[in-house]
């Protein structure tokens, strides 16, 4: 499971005061612009998700549309009954995996 914003920049701000002998005051300064940082990046990477599932999402619909355009009318509609039944085989996957987001994950140490 991915740390917070608040453990992530409170792990990086333990390593720069073990390194670099932090006194009570500059790791207080320094956790504050980690996690400042931390949230940045956090929302600078959801909006480059949005983007790109946009982008995905429009590409396959005009591949879905290149693709109808060959077809006759019965395979249309089997087109798209293909398309329903690969929805309807990821939709319990989903259900039952609610945090599954596509990828394998870091294990977190």
Same mark, same amino acid.
């Given at each position: 499971? =991915?740390?917070? +914003?608040?453990? =992530?920049?409170?792990?990086?701000?333990?390593?720069?005061? !073990?390194?670099?002998?932090? *006194? /009570?005051?500059?790791?207080?300064?320094?956790?504050?612009?980690?996690? !400042?940082?931390?949230?940045? =990046?956090?929302? !600078?990477?959801? /909006?480059?998700?949005?983007?790109?599932?946009?982008?995905? %999402? /429009? *590409?396959?619909?005009?591949?879905?549309?290149?693709?109808?355009?060959?077809?006759?009318?019965?395979?249309?509609?089997?087109?798209?009954?293909?398309?329903?039944?690969?929805?309807?085989? =990821?939709?319990?996957?989903? %259900?039952?995996? +609610?945090?599954?987001?596509?990828?394998?994950?870091?294990?977190?140490?």
């Amino acid at each position: 499971m =991915r740390k917070s +914003p608040e453990q =992530r920049a409170e792990k990086m701000t333990a390593v720069l005061e !073990e390194k670099l002998q932090l *006194s /009570e005051e500059q790791k207080a300064k320094i956790y504050a612009i980690n996690l !400042e940082n931390v949230k940045k =990046r956090d929302a !600078e990477r959801r /909006e480059r998700m949005k983007t790109e599932r946009a982008a995905m %999402k /429009e *590409s396959l619909q005009k591949q879905d549309e290149q693709i109808t355009g060959i077809l006759n009318d019965d395979q249309k509609s089997a087109f798209e009954n293909l398309k329903k039944e690969r929805n309807t085989e =990821r939709k319990p996957f989903r %259900k039952a995996n +609610p945090d599954w987001k596509g990828k394998k994950s870091k294990q977190n140490s």
